[in-house]
């Protein structure tokens, strides 16, 4: 099955540690994104990626870093510097082109104590 | 981007049709309308999107005014799994990915 995968589901981790969200497509996509959600809100963009080794600062990027060395592979590191981390993050992924679509995966949801 | 409103909530029976408003009175000749939802906790899902003509697919249509300043996301026979938050987006052609999230409208289905 084509699609996007997010790992892990939920996530635990204390003040202080970087982490690091794992999101992975198979749909032969070229864009990808990196948003945050915090409840009862929309999504804010972190960081998007439209081409293989290069990538983007959305509205939000203070406190993450992003890598994109293959296609199919988009990870991001929540860092230390982020003052308020604990949110649910979610990772999409389109064709090039604004016209497109964005394919969502099932999200993970970071908890920082 | 230009920017949207959305009703906070919204009721619908079910069985009957869904009309979900929005206003983005400062669209673009450029800018398309989206249509995304969210069911709690997960990714949200695409629905549908148009330019300047309505468009209709398996799971809803979308009816856009002449003057492109309001939309409508119709659900035709809304089912208890179509409760969800329903996002809608505008968004330009150009080389910027970014969709501009609201907060969308909370739709309830209910029996």
């Known amino acids: 099955d084509g699609g996007i995968t997010q790992s892990p589901k939920y996530l635990f981790r204390k003040e202080g540690q970087n982490v690091t969200l794992s999101c992975e497509q198979n749909l032969n996509h070229d864009a990808m994104y990196w948003y945050r959600q915090d409840p009862g809100q929309g999504l804010r963009l972190i960081y998007y990626s439209q081409i293989v080794n290069d990538f983007q600062k959305g509205d939000i990027a203070e406190g993450y870093s992003v890598s994109r060395e293959k296609k199919e592979s988009f990870p991001l590191t929540v860092t230390s510097a982020q003052k308020n981390p604990t949110a649910f993050y979610l990772c999409?992924?389109?064709?090039?082109?604004?016209?497109?679509?964005?394919?969502f995966g099932p999200g993970t949801r970071l908890t920082v104590t | 981007d230009a920017k949207t409103t959305q009703p906070p909530s919204m009721d619908c029976a079910e069985g009957r049709a869904a009309n979900l408003p929005c206003n983005h009175s400062?669209?673009?000749?450029?800018?398309?309308v989206y249509w995304y939802r969210q069911i709690h906790s997960q990714g949200p899902q695409y629905i549908i999107h148009g330019l300047k003509n309505n468009e209709t697919n398996e799971m809803a249509s979308l009816i856009i005014t002449e003057d492109r300043k309001s939309s409508t996301l119709i659900l035709p026979h809304a089912t208890l799994r179509d409760t969800a938050v329903y996002y809608c987006i505008v968004r330009g052609m150009d080389s910027n990915y970014q969709l501009i999230w609201g907060a969308g409208t909370k739709l309830i289905i209910k029996p």
């Open positions: 400062t669209i673009s000749g450029n800018e398309y």
């Open positions: 999409a992924s389109s064709k090039g082109g604004a016209s497109y679509e964005q394919y």
